[in-house]
């Protein structure tokens, strides 16, 4: 290894020392028993390891052009992370989809793995949770203190998921069986479940009377959300009216798919009439979750060896439903290959009938040639350093944006086998990001909403608009878009991450198309980019237009 591969090795382990959920989140072994101290001398120490990190890599001598990627990937990740420590972002920060609560929850699930589960790290990461809830709250309690409160509706959905997460963890450790770590991991599910029951009441009883109930975080704050999700920079307003446009534009798209599902009958009809057809319903969570599971496996079969060179060790991905409301997503294999690449789904009622003909391209997103294709590859790739393979989760603009991109080439590739698939395309995935780069950027600078969008003219965004719009161009429950409107307003910038970055991977795709003419290959291309590996979206624009 050269000097930087060595720096970069050395802190991946050091990271996982101090941040081993989003460690287990990453794929980073090692770390398999421990959680994340959350507490304030925890958080001081990772900043101090991206402070010391970032002075290592200024000394460190760069070799050719792939180490010059290598060097200007971490060094934006490490100055975005001591940028978000010191403007107090991250004092007081509650989130309903990755913060604190959810990766300590995440830790435990990763490690159930059927009867591959390593039961010794499952009840030590358990017994860990008190503790780990227990420095949090002195950090909440601290930034509190400072006027640094999240608001209100992250602090009760965190609340929520507190009171909902015991009865996951007596199902686990009824699944152990009899052995010699029965009364132990027992003893640590009573323990963790006390403890989260009183993280509960912490925050509901103390916390969220002080919580402010203004969920706008205003320009400032979406603007280092932005560096931070997607790495780059970016005129929000103008991104603002881009997203309406993109929006009209997905909807004349839609109205054609649809007249080819049913000629003659408008959008609305069609959906309602797919909504209730039989052939696109599936009863209870383990019929649907064996229905993803093949769906996966078939995208694989037909993409390797024609659109792709998949991996042998990525032929697989496991398609699961989490114990508590998490929404749908994937988590990328352990770098040792002792996890599989994952797809997380969750079911609004693990007993009901669950609609399908929307399902498909989520699917094709969050597997192949989506994110298991992207992540594994990269994680796989020996190119890259440690780091870099490692990092994908850290880079939500690339990665989102392949993502969704993946669900568009699916259709270009002729894969969707339905046309009601298709739609579903449109409808789930190029539609609601859409709207959520309008509802995203709205929302948190409250702009106002446009003449000619037949919205709410002229009226300011606010959540409750928000939740109605997201009603109108989101397949699924009310459930479903309350809490999407809650991720939205916790995590800004985060939710325009898919269509921004979808926008790059396309741009930069046609832009060789032109420039390599008749001699274009797209499987060329596609490999290409993602030997890059993980980058912000700028870099990756940059890179792409001379690779």
């Known amino acids: 290894m050269n000097a930087?591969?060595?720096?970069?090795?050395?802190?991946?382990?050091?990271?996982?020392?101090?941040?081993?959920?989003?460690?287990?989140?990453?794929?980073?072994?090692?770390?398999?028993?421990?959680?994340?101290?959350?507490?304030?001398?925890?958080?001081?120490?990772?900043?101090?390891?991206?402070?010391?990190?970032?002075?290592?890599?200024?000394?460190?001598?760069?070799?050719?052009?792939?180490?010059?990627?290598?060097?200007?990937?971490?060094?934006e990740r490490l100055e975005?992370?001591?940028?978000?420590?010191?403007?107090?972002?991250?004092?007081?920060?509650?989130?309903?989809?990755?913060?604190?609560?959810?990766?300590l929850r995440t830790a435990v699930e990763l490690l159930d793995q059927g009867p591959a589960t390593d039961w010794e790290s499952v009840r030590a990461r358990v017994a860990a949770l008190p503790g780990a809830?227990?420095?949090?709250?002195?950090?909440?309690?601290?930034?509190?203190?400072?006027?640094r409160v999240a608001g209100r509706r992250q602090v009760v959905r965190n609340a929520r998921e507190c009171l909902d997460t015991p009865a996951y963890l007596v199902e686990l450790a009824g699944r152990y069986g009899d052995g010699p770590l029965r009364d132990g991991l027992d003893a640590a599910v009573r323990s963790a479940s006390a403890a989260l029951g009183e993280f509960a009441a912490f925050l509901t009883g103390?916390?969220?009377?002080?919580?402010?109930?203004?969920?706008?975080?205003?320009?400032?704050?979406?603007?280092?959300?932005?560096?931070?999700?997607?790495?780059?920079?970016?005129?929000?307003?103008?991104?603002?009216?881009?997203?309406?446009?993109?929006?009209?534009?997905?909807?004349?798209?839609?109205?054609?798919?649809?007249?080819?599902?049913?000629?003659?009958?408008?959008?609305p009809a069609v959906v309602a009439a797919l909504d209730a057809d039989p052939a696109h319903r599936l009863k209870g969570a383990d019929a649907f979750r064996g229905w993803i599971q093949e769906l996966a496996d078939r995208a694989i079969a037909d993409l390797d060896g024609v659109h792709f060179d998949i991996p042998e060790p990525l032929r697989r991905i496991d398609c699961r439903i989490p114990p508590v409301e998490s929404g749908i997503y994937y988590l990328a294999p352990a770098e040792d290959l002792s996890r599989p690449g994952t797809v997380w789904w969750?079911?609004?009622?693990?007993?009901?009938e669950i609609v399908t003909w929307s399902v498909p391209s989520?699917?094709?997103?969050?597997?192949?040639?989506?994110?298991?294709?992207?992540?594994?590859?990269?994680?796989?790739n020996p190119g890259l350093n440690r780091y870099q393979r490692v990092a994908s989760e850290l880079h939500p603009g690339h990665c989102e944006g392949w993502g969704l991109y993946a669900e568009r080439l699916m259709d270009e590739l002729g894969l969707y086998r339905d046309p009601a698939h298709r739609l579903g395309m449109l409808a789930g995935g190029q539609q609601f990001r859409a709207a959520r780069v309008i509802l995203d950027i709205g929302m948190h600078l409250e702009l106002e909403i446009p003449a000619g969008t037949g919205f709410h003219e002229g009226e300011r965004w606010t959540p409750e608009l928000g939740l109605e719009f997201l009603r109108a161009h989101r397949p699924g429950t009310d459930a479903e878009a309350a809490f999407e409107i809650d991720r939205y307003l916790g995590r800004p910038a985060q939710a325009i991450a898919y269509k921004l970055?979808?926008?790059?991977?396309?741009?930069?795709?046609e832009a060789a198309r032109r420039r390599d003419g008749a001699a274009f290959d797209l499987k060329g291309f596609h490999r290409r980019a993602l030997d890059l590996g993980p980058m912000g979206l700028d870099a990756l624009r940059a890179e792409l237009a001379h690779s």
């Open 80 to 103: 975005v992370e001591v940028e978000v420590a010191e403007s107090g972002v991250s004092e007081g920060f509650l989130d309903t989809t990755d913060g604190p609560v959810q990766r």
């Open 501 to 509: 970055g979808e926008k790059v991977w396309l741009e930069a795709r």
């Open 4 to 75: 930087l591969d060595d720096l970069a090795d050395r802190y991946v382990d050091e990271f996982a020392a101090v941040d081993p959920c989003l460690a287990a989140i990453m794929g980073i072994a090692g770390q398999d028993g421990r959680l994340t101290d959350y507490g304030p001398e925890g958080s001081a120490a990772r900043v101090e390891l991206a402070r010391r990190t970032l002075g290592e890599l200024a000394r460190t001598p760069v070799e050719g052009d792939a180490g010059r990627v290598a060097a200007a990937v971490l060094r």
């Open 206 to 267: 103390e916390l969220a009377w002080r919580a402010p109930e203004r969920d706008a975080l205003g320009e400032d704050r979406y603007t280092l959300g932005v560096r931070d999700f997607l790495g780059m920079e970016l005129d929000l307003r103008e991104t603002y009216v881009w997203g309406w446009e993109e929006l009209a534009r997905v909807k004349a798209e839609m109205a054609e798919a649809a007249g080819r599902v049913m000629p003659g009958e408008p959008l």
């Open 346 to 352: 969750t079911v609004d009622d693990p007993f009901g």
């Open 133 to 147: 809830l227990g420095g949090l709250r002195v950090s909440l309690r601290r930034a509190c203190e400072r006027g």
């Open 362 to 380: 989520t699917m094709f997103h969050e597997g192949a040639p989506g994110h298991h294709l992207q992540l594994g590859v990269t994680a796989l």
